[in-house]
């Protein structure tokens, strides 16, 4: 019990810490170096780009259903944003589909 | 000139739970079923509830059911959490701009800066038109930790005979992810970005396996983009 209740806070503490740490560290809009700058432009693309994988990684390719559903879901889910712009909706449908799919159909 | 800045105020509120609403259904599911993962393995709801308001990391959230129950050492349970949560260096990093004027409140925003509330505010598009940013800010965050909230907890409570068949709805946070991508993708013409988060981590996730390829892929990225910035400095 006690050393679950540790293992929780120090848990939120670290993860408090690695939140905070760019803030702490680059407290004075002055003191930002260039390249910070510039990497605080480059990431959100290049972050999502890595969560969509990260989402992604538990599928097997070598098993049944072959990552079939999500490929599937994530495609119409892309093309439904490029259809309407709007980003609920196309969650919406890529989601109900997949459990569609993954419920009823693999 | 009163109800000018209400109506005002009231479109951003509005706005603000709209474009939440993806990260609520992923959230309600995904929290749901980590209640019921701690209650199964002994914790009951005050530990989902407590771990939903301070830790407020859903995978690290799941992979430290696993360090409770084998009694991991300290040391462990702190490196996990050093090597599951790193990303979010990324994500104060991109936002320190934005939320450079925030008010008091800053340390709220940045604690309870999740992949799912950073997907929603990092993009440009994401503010268009919105009068009040920082009111914005803030009610995407509150809203998005009180729906992880409520899930944890409920996860505790519900029984699982009374639970409706929810397998795959947590797809919504990769369709989330999929759909900011998109919107990314569509929204300038050099995908330079882009790829090299997707090509970083598929090459990574293909060499050192899905446990172990999150922090290598970040370093990885930071090297090609700032490579990148050295050969084309104009952009940088």
Redesign the interface.
């Known amino acids: 019990m006690k050393?679950?209740i540790?293992?929780?806070?120090?848990?939120?503490a670290?993860?408090?810490l690695?939140?905070?740490?760019?803030?702490i560290v680059?407290r004075d809009?002055t003191q930002?170096p260039?390249?910070?700058?510039?990497?605080?432009?480059?990431?959100?693309?290049?972050?999502?780009?890595?969560?969509?994988?990260?989402?992604?990684?538990?599928i097997s390719f070598l098993a049944p259903p072959y990552g079939i559903p999500?490929l599937i879901?994530?495609a119409l889910?892309?093309g439904?944003?490029?259809w309407k712009?709007d980003?609920?909706l196309?969650?919406?449908i890529?989601?109900v589909l997949?459990?569609i799919?993954?419920?009823k159909v693999f | 000139m009163q109800t000018e800045s209400n109506k005002t105020r009231t479109g951003d509120l509005a706005r603000a739970f709209?474009?939440t609403?993806?990260v609520m259904?992923g959230y309600l599911v995904l929290g749901m079923g980590f209640g019921i993962v701690m209650q199964s393995c002994g914790?009951g709801t005050l530990?989902s509830f407590?771990?939903a308001v301070?830790?407020?990391?859903g995978a690290?959230q799941f992979a430290?059911v696993e360090?409770?129950r084998s009694?991991?050492s300290?040391m462990t349970?702190?490196l996990t959490?050093?090597a599951v949560?790193?990303?979010?260096?990324?994500?104060?990093?991109?936002?320190?701009?934005r939320?450079?004027d925030t008010g008091r409140g800053?340390?709220y925003l940045?604690?309870s800066?999740t992949?799912e509330t950073?997907?929603l505010l990092?993009?440009d598009d994401a503010l268009d038109g919105v009068q009040n940013k920082t009111l914005y800010y803030f009610t995407v965050s509150i809203l998005d930790h009180l729906y992880w909230i409520t899930g944890c907890t409920a996860g505790g409570l519900l029984d699982q005979l009374i639970r409706f068949?929810?397998?795959?709805?947590d797809?919504?946070?990769?369709?989330?992810?999929?759909?900011?991508?998109?919107?990314?993708w569509?929204g300038?013409k050099d995908?330079f970005?882009?790829?090299?988060?997707?090509?970083?981590?598929?090459g990574c996730?293909v060499i050192f396996g899905?446990d172990y390829?999150?922090i290598p892929?970040?370093i990885l990225?930071?090297f090609v983009?700032?490579l990148?910035?050295r050969r084309s400095p104009d952009?940088?």
């Open positions: 050393h679950d540790l293992a929780v806070a120090l848990i939120s670290v993860t408090i690695i939140r905070f740490l760019p803030f680059f809009s930002v260039e390249s910070i700058t510039y990497l605080g432009k480059a990431l959100p693309g290049a972050v999502m780009g890595m969560l969509v994988i990260y989402c992604l990684k538990d999500e879901c994530a889910t892309a439904a944003y490029l712009k980003t609920s196309s969650v919406v890529g989601t997949y459990m799919l993954i419920q | 709209k474009a609403l993806p259904t914790y530990w407590a771990e301070f830790i407020y990391a690290m430290a360090l409770l009694g991991a300290l349970v702190a959490t050093l949560n790193a990303r979010h260096l990324f994500y104060g990093i991109s936002m320190l701009e939320y450079r800053k340390w940045v604690f800066l992949d950073y997907s990092c993009s068949e929810t397998t795959g709805a797809f919504a946070l990769t369709a989330l992810f999929v759909s900011v991508f998109t919107g990314q569509k300038t995908h970005y882009s790829l090299t988060g997707v090509i970083c981590a598929l996730l899905r390829f999150l892929s970040m990225t930071v983009l700032m990148h910035a952009e940088a």
